[in-house]
């Protein structure tokens, strides 16, 4: 039997910061285990999408895919814990997007309608500095199915290709960018607002300080500096201490 090329041949320094797909809480998550938590917080009915919408998503975005390797760039916590099986993992540049505290939480995970959190997601910039990973074809729909009940969760994000630039070459990924039309998604919040937001936020995942303080941590572990975000998470401490 052939062995299986090493995902890491690139990066070897990324073996021990990327978590195994295999001992990930996403590589069996199902967005209904989360109705009844939902329910108990108050959250109204229909606050994902159902899994025919999720699917109807899917299907669309990889039309004409089928059967090829597919890409992922990661800007958050993909990188780190992707959940889905990769062959192959680069770091890579994306022009024209930035990680942005855009999604406003308040519907109990980060932040609730009292103090409302704040979390990243992908949205127009001037670049952004963010993993790649490589899902072989005869994986594609097994492993897309993990991907997408993650990321489109709730319809806060829209897959799109977009061009990424990597140490080896050039390629085509799909990612999941900041959905305009989304209740979640607040592109216009304040400098203010959004530290107001990261440093009061908390709900049953935790606190939204603890969110931005666990995303800093892993891009200086896997090497991406990120200045806007660590400038936000500087400023948020210093609210959250000034209370």
Known sequence: MTARPDPFAHHPELRDKV????????????PSDLDERMKALGVPPHWRLSDEQREATRHTALEGHVGDDLWVFAYGSLMWDPGFVFEEIRLADVAGYARHFCLKDEIGGRGTREAPGLMAALDDGPGCTGLVFRIAGERLDEETQILWRREM?????????????????????????????????????????????????????GSSLEYIENLVSHLTALGIEDRDVSSLLADARRYAGSR
């Not at 978590?19 to 996403?26: A, C, W």
């Not at 969760?153 to 999941?176: H, K, N």
């Open 19 to 30: 978590r195994d797909p295999h001992q990930s809480f996403f590589r069996t998550f199902q």
């Open 153 to 205: 969760l709730s319809g806060a994000y829209v897959p799109a290709f977009v061009d990424a630039v990597t140490a080896e070459g050039r390629l085509q990924a799909i990612t999941f960018i900041a959905n305009k039309q989304a209740k979640r998604i607040h592109a216009d919040l304040s400098r203010d607002q959004q530290v107001q937001y990261i440093a009061t936020g908390k709900g049953i995942l």
